[in-house]
């Protein structure tokens, strides 16, 4: 049973152009949203994160959207550069139901052509 | 800061064998999480452990079975290998406590095992 699923497995996009990564989610007792992005022969690094309590957070070019409603966020890089092009992970976790571990999608292969 | 260091970076083990990873977490931080990446199945909680205690088990087989020492230090071990288990295993670690809840996990680069 997949709670975070990322349903594009790769995106290709224009280098300027806007990237959109999207990520949904099943367990609605998920309350804070954050995504990674990760390099061939290196660990995940931390992008980005949302509570629940928003809909919204900006850090530089990147944004990350949540509705709540329909179980999905999204993040928007803006504009896309060569250097973005990794796998980004969507991942999720219950704050509210005390330490859960924090759950993954399968990942999203952005690759930004120059 | 020194980040999450893994050792070794790549390995290579015999069906049968057994294995074991290492983890050093950034200082100041006492929660330790592992993560198995397979290509195409994102990465799969293993284990957590804060204060050498487990706090959360994923759904992985008792040959899957990890520690941490008194200096957060933390240790997985995989006993009677499998092909399957080859994969990239992650370490992660992050602040304990209600700031950890918001913190987000800070990976290592990974062990690379390979099964043969």
């Known amino acids: 049973d997949q709670q975070v699923k990322q349903n594009s497995p790769s995106l290709s996009v224009q280098e300027g152009r806007i990237s959109i990564l999207n990520c949904d989610y099943t367990?609605?007792?998920?309350?804070?949203f954050l995504w990674y992005k990760k390099y061939p022969a290196e660990g995940p690094t931390f992008l980005i994160s949302?509570?629940?309590?928003?809909d919204k957070n900006e850090d530089g070019r990147f944004t990350v959207f949540l509705n709540k409603s329909a179980k999905h966020l999204s993040l928007h890089i803006v504009p896309s550069q060569p250097g973005d092009s990794a796998v980004y992970f969507c991942a999720a976790r219950a704050l509210n139901s005390g330490n859960t571990p924090l759950v993954f999608g399968k990942g999203t292969r952005l690759s930004v052509i120059a | 800061k020194a980040g999450v260091t893994q050792t070794p970076r790549y390995l290579i083990k015999t069906r049968g064998q057994q294995v074991t990873l290492s983890c050093s977490p950034i200082?100041?931080?006492?929660?330790v999480s592992w993560y198995q990446q397979t290509p195409g199945q994102g990465l799969q909680f293993l284990f957590e452990?804060?204060?050498?205690?487990?706090?959360n088990k994923g759904n992985f087989p008792g040959r899957f079975s990890g520690r941490q020492f008194s200096n957060s230090r933390s240790e997985m071990n995989v006993s009677t290998l499998e092909l399957g288990d080859s994969a990239l295993y992650l370490c992660?670690?992050?602040?304990?406590?209600?700031?950890?809840?918001?913190?987000?996990?800070?990976f290592g680069n990974g062990t690379r095992l390979t099964v043969t």
């Open positions: 367990n609605s007792m998920f309350d804070y």
């Open positions: 992660a670690s992050s602040l304990a406590g209600s700031r950890g809840l918001l913190s987000p996990l800070h």
């Open positions: 949302i509570s629940s309590i928003k």
């Open positions: 200082s100041g931080h006492r929660s």
């Open positions: 452990y804060f204060s050498e205690t487990q706090r």
